[in-house]
């Protein structure tokens, strides 16, 4: 079992910038790729960004590519989102996911979530 946690998220102006964390626990979690899903006000849950375990390549989505950074530090055994350029339309839950690869029902782990709110 892989124990995922959120944190980070807040409000802010458009054009800001936040980091959201994900603090990874259980046997194997150190093993896992790990992803970031977002599901704003009245819309399906979609992917942000994923990085894989080995290599540690990287995947974003269209929407967020040149302005959010997912990284990782096994020391500490969290994953980051780091987002800049925030625009209104970045408002939404953002979830840890871990497990899986790229689409939503690949992954095993899943946390509550974090919310970010975009103001313009």
């Known amino acids: 079992q892989v124990q995922l946690k959120e944190t980070g998220g807040g409000s802010v102006q458009a054009g800001g910038s936040l980091t959201l964390s994900c603090a990874v626990s259980?046997?194997?979690?150190?093993?896992?790729?790990m992803a970031w899903f977002r599901r704003a006000p009245g819309k399906d849950r979609e992917f942000v960004a994923a990085?894989?375990?080995?290599?540690?390549?990287?995947v974003y989505a269209d929407s967020v590519k040149g302005r959010f950074t997912i990284s990782r530090d096994f020391a500490k055994n969290t994953v980051s989102l780091q987002m800049n350029s925030l625009k209104s339309e970045d408002t939404a839950v953002y979830y840890c996911?871990?497990?899986?690869?790229?689409?939503?029902?690949?992954?095993?782990?899943w946390g509550p979530g974090t919310q970010v709110t975009v103001s313009s």
């Open positions: 990085m894989k375990f080995h290599g540690g390549s990287t």
């Open positions: 259980g046997r194997t979690s150190s093993r896992e790729n």
């Open positions: 996911a871990a497990g899986g690869w790229l689409t939503q029902t690949s992954y095993l782990y």
